[in-house]
């Protein structure tokens, strides 16, 4: 991070809200009751990829001890797509590469034979990770749901 608070970037308000939670031990679903929305939503924005209003960035200097500069840029349309390379490296973040590699032609498939000619949005979505416990090990369940988009003819 730069030596002049002026010059903060998003980047930057991301590097202090995860070192500062990984200080402090804070978790997500604390941080996300705090500003009432859903764990999943409130981390894709603490990572970066989404808009906070004026009193949820509020909320987040509060919780994360950030400075008055990080709050328009907590308030700012980020750059979406938070990924540095074409295919992922990171083994968790793979396997997600992986399953659409595998089954995104399954999906596009099954989603314009029962739903038609369009797609699925990451707008209107909402998204539920949760543990499962199995005695053959534990298991993550994703649940996703996004509007689905039609195409239109013009």
């Known amino acids: 991070m730069s030596s002049d608070v002026s010059l903060m ?5 991301t590097e ?3 070192a500062t939670k990984v200080q402090r031990g804070i ?3 604390d941080v996300a009751k ?9 981390t894709a924005g603490c990572l ?21 500069e990080a709050i328009p840029l907590l308030t700012t349309v980020p750059y979406k ?7 992922p490296t990171d083994p968790l973040i793979y396997r997600f590469y992986e399953l659409i590699s ?12 029962e739903f038609g000619d369009g ?16 005695p053959n090990g534990d298991r993550v369940q994703i649940v996703m749901s996004g509007k689905f988009l039609p195409y239109k003819t013009y």
């Open 16 to 18: 202090l809200i995860v």
């Open 102 to 113: 595998v089954y995104g032609t399954t999906f596009k498939a099954l989603i314009h034979e």
């Open 119 to 134: 797609i699925m949005s990451a707008i209107d979505f909402k998204m539920d990770m949760t543990r499962q416990n199995d």
């Open 9 to 13: 970037t998003r980047d930057d308000v």
């Open 81 to 87: 797509g938070s990924l540095p390379t074409a295919v």
């Open 34 to 42: 705090r500003i009432g929305l859903s764990k999943e939503w409130v």
């Open 48 to 68: 970066g990829q989404m808009t906070f209003t004026e009193a949820q960035a509020k909320t987040l200097a509060e919780i994360f001890s950030l400075p008055p």
């Open 27 to 29: 978790k997500w679903a």
